[in-house]
């Protein structure tokens, strides 16, 4: 099988670069997804939030998925469902496999990663204890309950204030369950400050910043967890420990893009990222190969997984089409205190936006953007977290304006 | 004396850090730290009248999960009761997006909306 552009995962990234290619010129799709609907993690995302900058107003994550969901539909773009990919080669021969037709081969034009990322699980994390039932990833408890119906417990601690855990808190407390507690490891959240608000203080969830789990009792089901606050290495300190009964341990830790195909194709992930490494078209090391989402780097917002999707379809037609914008020889470097940027090269004519994610809470801070010694952008913030996204906006002229060699992102306070 | 009022707005992800005075009556007097009109009506509002949006499930005749959501925010203090309301029913094996499932939920004047389809 032949086809001009193969997407890999059939979520809103996706589906949103299925669409913005569609619309450039390239008919021939195919996306491929390996659950029975297309959506992604959306369609456990019963929550509301979602939209607010890509549409106007806010909607549920189902709700957003059927928007673009009815986008492909509309325009005939196929996909097939309940197909798992296992292998893209550097010449773009996509391997996949399902029930129907076994294992099958497609030579494409253009690729795009869209996998998106999946959650750090618990043999991640080495807590030390037993290992009873009742321990979950955040997002598992919320696909039991929001997808099956089913409970997972009804005594529950959350370690990691990533955003899943919040949500997770407040649907689990509205269902009846008594969450006794948020433990994040870090001084600072992991999530929106509006999460902390609207899913623990609403309902009076003490959250306890500098603290882990330092120990899990129970032999069949989960008894009770210790928690003990860390000191500045993030060691904890023994006086600290304090045991609560819970028969649920949801882990809400960090997300990571999920990238085997991408590492089988031999292309280079990006330490920080865990994704790979792209220039201003989302394109990888890869002519052809573009990737776009959480599979990239872990957004906040679903709103900018389209953005930077609509960017690597639009990007993908281009390639297929024989126009693509040609890269530039300036790499984007950061200063440690801005982690990283994405892209992390840029591509000449077009507007891009870059977008990173900072090391520790700033108050008072500048971004600044340098090229050599100039200063090309500076801008004031009053506060920056690692639990948010930054973006900075470097026009066309700005690109075309500058000397060559690094462009560097710092962090001023 | 005019009192304080520290808000995080839960209008958009920004989540602006808000200061509210309040008069003695606890009335509010103005809204600082806001980046956008919505923070003024959210912070008024959740200094007098406090409301959320819930989201939550609904249980189908075939056994199948459909998400559901009030279509209007409800009174802050009446989450559990509406949860209550939204856990009694049984929601017809075909719904979509849309669909009400409860009209006038324990008469907030929201109405309990599917938000996702069966099939």
Do not use: W
């Not at chain 2, 409301?51 to 189908?60: A, F, G, I, L």
């Amino acid at each position: 099988m032949k086809k001009d552009l193969v997407i890999i995962g059939g979520g809103p990234a996706g589906m949103a670069a299925a669409v913005a290619a569609y619309e450039a010129g390239i008919k021939d799709i195919l996306i491929l997804e390996r659950d029975n609907a297309l959506g992604g993690i959306l369609r456990q995302c019963i929550h509301n939030g979602f939209g607010l900058h890509r549409f106007g107003e806010e909607l549920t994550g189902p709700e957003y998925a059927y928007r673009y969901e009815k986008m492909v539909n509309e325009l005939g773009i196929p996909y097939m469902l309940d197909t798992m990919v296992i292998e893209v080669s550097a010449d773009k021969v996509v391997t996949a496999m399902n029930r129907e037709n076994g294992i099958f081969s497609i030579q494409a034009g253009a690729v795009i990663l869209a996998m998106g990322c999946r959650e750090r699980p618990k043999g991640a994390l080495n807590i030390a204890g037993a290992r009873p039932a009742g321990i979950f990833t955040a997002g598992t408890a919320q696909k039991f309950v929001n997808m099956k119906g089913y409970m997972p417990g009804r005594e529950v601690v959350i370690l990691g204030s990533g955003d899943i855990g919040l949500i997770m808190a407040r649907r689990m407390t509205l269902e009846g369950a008594k969450v006794k507690a948020v433990c994040e490891l870090m001084p600072y959240s992991g999530g929106l400050a509006r999460n902390i608000e609207q899913c623990l203080n609403d309902f009076n969830i003490p959250l306890h910043l500098s603290h882990t789990v330092v120990n899990i009792h129970g032999r069949e089901r989960l008894e009770g967890v210790t928690i003990a606050r860390v000191d500045e290495n993030r060691r904890p300190i023994k006086e600290s420990e304090e045991y609560i009964p819970c028969d649920t341990l949801l882990l809400s830790c960090g997300l990571i893009p999920e990238n085997e195909l991408t590492k089988g194709a031999g292309i280079a992930l990006d330490r920080v990222t865990g994704g790979a490494s792209v220039n201003g078209e989302r394109e990888t090391e890869i002519e052809g190969i573009f990737a776009c989402g959480n599979v990239l780097h872990v957004h906040d917002l679903v709103d900018y997984v389209s953005e930077e999707s609509a960017i690597a379809g639009k990007a993908a037609a281009r390639y297929i089409l024989g126009n693509s914008n040609k890269e530039i020889s300036i790499t984007l470097c950061t200063d440690g205190r801005v982690r990283y940027t994405v892209p992390q090269r840029l591509t000449e004519v077009a507007d891009t936006s870059v977008y990173f994610r900072v090391a520790d809470v700033y108050r008072d801070a500048k971004i600044v953007v340098r090229d050599g010694d100039r200063v090309i952008i500076s801008k004031k913030k009053q506060r920056l977290a690692p639990a948010e996204m930054e973006k900075v906006e470097l026009t066309k002229d700005v690109i075309a304006s500058l000397s060559g060699g690094e462009l560097s992102f710092s962090i001023e306070i | 004396m005019a009192k304080e009022r520290l808000l995080t707005c839960i209008v958009c992800p920004r989540g602006c850090q808000m200061k509210v005075l309040l008069s003695d009556e606890g009335a509010p007097i103005s809204v600082e730290g806001n980046f956008c009109k919505r923070g003024v009506t959210y912070a008024n509002d959740e200094c007098t009248n406090p409301k959320r949006t819930v989201t939550s499930t609904v249980r189908c005749k075939s056994g199948a999960v459909v998400s559901v959501k009030t279509d209007t925010t409800i009174p802050k203090g009446m989450m559990f009761e509406v949860m209550a309301e939204i856990n009694g029913v049984i929601a017809p094996d075909e719904v979509s997006i849309g669909d009400i499932v409860i009209a006038n939920v324990c008469g907030t004047g929201a109405n309990v909306v599917a938000t996702s389809n069966t099939k």
